[in-house]
Nanobody, 127 residues
Framework: QLQLVESGGGLVQPGGSLRLSCAAS????????IGWFRQAPGKEREGVSCISSSDGSTYYADSVKGRFTISRDGAKNTVYLQMNSLKPEDTAVYYC????????????????????WGQGTQVTVSS
């Protein structure tokens, strides 16, 4: 069964950190571009970060630049999103997605072209 599973969400105080994991089963993540997305209640889905499969290039939304880092661990077939200096506005359900994409484009950062999506993990930033 081909699937992505996110984990690592939870409740954290402003300024705190979390590391989200996106683990794949049934396929190898190294061959796929991976995107992290989030959706807050009443808001549209937002692209947070992507990492390409070709050269490892990374992309970040302006709202998270300098605070979030996306990375791969091929041995664990997992992609991570390290989130530091969290703010209340980071509160959302976070999803990862994998796509056999040639490169990262604006459309890719907006969630188009992905083949697999995880079920999401809740991140709540609150004091």
């Amino acid at each position: 069964q081909l699937q992505l599973v996110e984990s690592g969400g939870g409740l954290v105080q402003p300024g705190g950190s979390l590391r989200l994991s996106c683990a794949a089963s049934g396929f190898t993540l190294d061959y796929y571009a991976i995107g992290w997305f989030r959706q807050a209640p009443g808001k549209e889905r937002e692209g947070v970060s992507c990492i390409s499969s070709s050269d490892g290039s990374t992309y970040y939304a302006d709202s998270v630049k300098g605070r979030f880092t996306i990375s791969r661990d091929g041995a664990k077939n997992t992609v991570y999103l390290q989130m530091n200096s969290l703010k209340p506005e980071d509160t959302a359900v976070y999803y990862c997605a994998a796509g056999a994409l040639g490169g990262i484009t604006i459309a890719t950062m907006n969630g188009f072209g992905y083949d697999y999506w995880g079920q999401g993990t809740q991140v709540t930033v609150s004091s």
